[in-house]
């Protein structure tokens, strides 16, 4: 069998569990099934299939499972946003349909040879620090829950940081292809543009007050940098300037003491002050409840879960238990209706994305591909690792969305550009 046509066969086998999940919530939500309900899965199945044609002309030997498993999640983050809200769930598949046709024009665009992105490397370092700058602008830039990472363009409202992640991987790919032998020797010369285009992206990201974005790109820029030199000595020296400055943000802002506050004490017995009412009230019931009921949440799941559809995300009175459960928590949503096993699984498809692209990076020859699929892999391990570790308490809580499943166009747009990145190095290294 071909490599697009075990493609084909693994986008069909997640078009039936896609049509299975909706109706699963919508009998659930309804007691019935709907003709309408199921238009969401046929919607869905129509995109994917487009988009399979799209990489059988362009990306012939590209890997099979890659674009499968994209599917599998954006059909698993749909299903779970239409059992929270229908009317999310259409916005949701609308930025899908903008992300896949982003995806189709980066195909189609670099099928010829996307290489030819390394000789744009400082265009694309300076506009990740213009795109994480946006926010700051006045009267573009808006702030929620205390991090100014939005930009409000009319009835737009997109998170610029998440396409300058790519364009900051793209930059450091060729840099790093380019440099990596000096670099390798440890003179501070060389190291002057990257550390300039770095530093440049770490104050946008304090003045931001986003410790999770924050920790994305220092982490990438590591992994990317210790790749390519094997210098261990870069990753000790990057971790303790993250420590230190860790520390001091913990002091001198506010937001992010608060955070790491509620990481390490979301429990009290005792009333503290509550800055959101400006009363006395126990942290659990003030600003630790998002985190507190997220977890009360992926507890009530059990092993096996309560069902899709079947989750209890609502008072009687109608009130969300879980504040913005479709987007930072919507893995506590997953889990309590799939259970332990389901959101095991959830992270097993995650686990073997990476996996699929790393060994891309392994396989193509040239120092640029190598760096290129490393970066984009190594960012969507590390996002996904933020944002549940701090769901599950294991790392402070940001607001981080898991990829391709949590609701934000920004980030459906971004993720699809880093699958296509993929699939262009993975169809090179298969064509070798």
């Given at each position: 069998?071909?490599?697009?046509?075990?493609?084909l066969v693994y986008l069909?086998?997640?078009?039936?569990?896609?049509?299975?999940?909706?109706?699963?919530?919508?009998?659930?939500?309804?007691?019935?099934?709907?003709?309408?309900?199921?238009?969401y899965a046929a919607f869905?199945?129509?995109?994917?299939?487009?988009?399979?044609?799209?990489?059988?002309?362009?990306?012939?030997?590209?890997?099979?499972?890659?674009?499968?498993?994209?599917?599998?999640?954006?059909?698993?983050?749909?299903?779970?946003?239409?059992?929270?809200?229908?009317?999310?769930?259409?916005?949701?598949?609308?930025?899908?349909?903008?992300?896949?046709?982003?995806?189709?024009?980066?195909?189609?665009?670099?099928?010829?040879?996307?290489?030819?992105?390394?000789?744009?490397?400082?265009?694309?370092?300076?506009?990740?620090?213009?795109?994480?700058?946006?926010?700051?602008?006045?009267?573009?830039?808006?702030?929620?829950?205390?991090?100014?990472?939005?930009?409000?363009?009319?009835?737009?409202?997109?998170?610029?940081?998440?396409?300058?992640?790519?364009?900051?991987?793209?930059?450091?790919?060729?840099?790093?292809?380019?440099?990596?032998?000096?670099?390798?020797?440890?003179?501070?010369?060389?190291?002057?543009?990257?550390?300039?285009?770095?530093?440049?992206?770490?104050?946008?990201?304090?003045?931001?007050?986003?410790?999770?974005?924050?920790?994305?790109?220092?982490?990438?820029?590591?992994?990317?940098?210790?790749?390519?030199?094997?210098?261990?000595?870069?990753?000790?020296?990057?971790?303790?300037?993250?420590?230190?400055?860790?520390?001091?943000?913990?002091?001198?802002?506010?937001?992010?003491?608060?955070?790491?506050?509620?990481?390490?004490?979301p429990w009290t017995t005792?009333?503290?002050?509550?800055?959101?009412?400006?009363?006395?009230?126990?942290?659990?019931?003030?600003?630790?409840?998002?985190?507190?009921?997220?977890?009360?949440?992926?507890?009530?799941?059990?092993?096996?879960?309560?069902?899709?559809?079947?989750?209890?995300?609502?008072?009687?009175?109608?009130?969300?238990?879980?504040?913005?459960?479709?987007?930072?928590?919507?893995?506590?949503?997953?889990?309590?209706?799939?259970?332990?096993?389901?959101?095991?699984?959830?992270?097993?498809?995650?686990?073997?994305?990476?996996?699929?692209?790393?060994?891309?990076?392994?396989?193509?020859?040239?120092?640029?591909?190598?760096?290129?699929?490393?970066?984009?892999?190594?960012?969507?391990?590390?996002?996904?690792?933020?944002?549940?570790?701090?769901?599950?308490?294991?790392?402070?809580?940001?607001?981080?969305?898991?990829?391709?499943?949590?609701?934000?166009?920004?980030?459906?747009?971004?993720?699809?550009?880093?699958?296509?990145?993929?699939?262009?190095?993975?169809?090179?290294?298969?064509?070798?």
């Amino acid at each position: 069998m071909s490599l697009r046509n075990r493609e084909l066969v693994y986008l069909l086998a997640v078009a039936g569990l896609t049509a299975v999940g909706f109706a699963s919530v919508y009998i659930a939500r309804q007691s019935l099934v709907s003709w309408g309900s199921l238009g969401y899965a046929a919607f869905f199945v129509g995109l994917y299939l487009v988009a399979h044609v799209i990489a059988r002309r362009t990306v012939p030997n590209a890997d099979p499972y890659l674009l499968p498993m994209a599917g599998f999640l954006t059909a698993l983050g749909v299903t779970e946003i239409y059992r929270l809200g229908p009317s999310d769930a259409f916005k949701q598949g609308l930025w899908i349909v903008v992300g896949l046709v982003l995806f189709a024009a980066a195909l189609i665009g670099l099928r010829r040879d996307y290489r030819v992105l390394e000789h744009y490397k400082y265009l694309f370092g300076l506009g990740a620090i213009a795109l994480l700058f946006l926010p700051r602008l006045p009267g573009l830039g808006t702030t929620v829950n205390g991090a100014r990472l939005w930009v409000h363009v009319g009835g737009l409202q997109f998170q610029p940081g998440e396409l300058a992640k790519i364009s900051l991987i793209v930059f450091l790919a060729a840099y790093l292809r380019e440099k990596r032998e000096v670099l390798a020797q440890g003179r501070l010369k060389d190291l002057g543009p990257l550390l300039l285009i770095w530093g440049g992206t770490m104050l946008v990201l304090v003045a931001t007050n986003d410790m999770g974005s924050g920790l994305l790109y220092f982490g990438v820029f590591l992994a990317m940098l210790y790749i390519a030199t094997a210098r261990m000595s870069y990753v000790l020296a990057g971790i303790g300037l993250f420590a230190i400055g860790g520390y001091v943000a913990d002091r001198e802002v506010s937001h992010i003491g608060d955070r790491v506050t509620i990481w390490l004490h979301p429990w009290t017995t005792q009333k503290v002050f509550c800055p959101l009412t400006g009363t006395y009230a126990l942290r659990q019931d003030c600003q630790s409840y998002q985190e507190v009921h997220g977890l009360y949440s992926i507890a009530n799941g059990g092993w096996l879960g309560t069902g899709l559809g079947k989750g209890t995300f609502t008072t009687t009175s109608g009130t969300q238990l879980i504040p913005y459960v479709n987007t930072d928590f919507i893995y506590s949503a997953l889990a309590q209706e799939l259970g332990l096993i389901g959101a095991s699984a959830l992270l097993l498809v995650y686990m073997l994305f990476v996996a699929r692209g790393m060994k891309t990076a392994l396989q193509v020859d040239d120092g640029f591909s190598k760096l290129l699929a490393a970066g984009l892999s190594f960012t969507f391990a590390l996002q996904t690792f933020i944002i549940v570790g701090g769901v599950l308490r294991l790392i402070p809580l940001t607001g981080i969305t898991l990829p391709f499943v949590s609701y934000g166009g920004s980030s459906v747009v971004a993720n699809f550009l880093l699958l296509a990145g993929l699939l262009l190095v993975s169809d090179r290294a298969n064509s070798q």
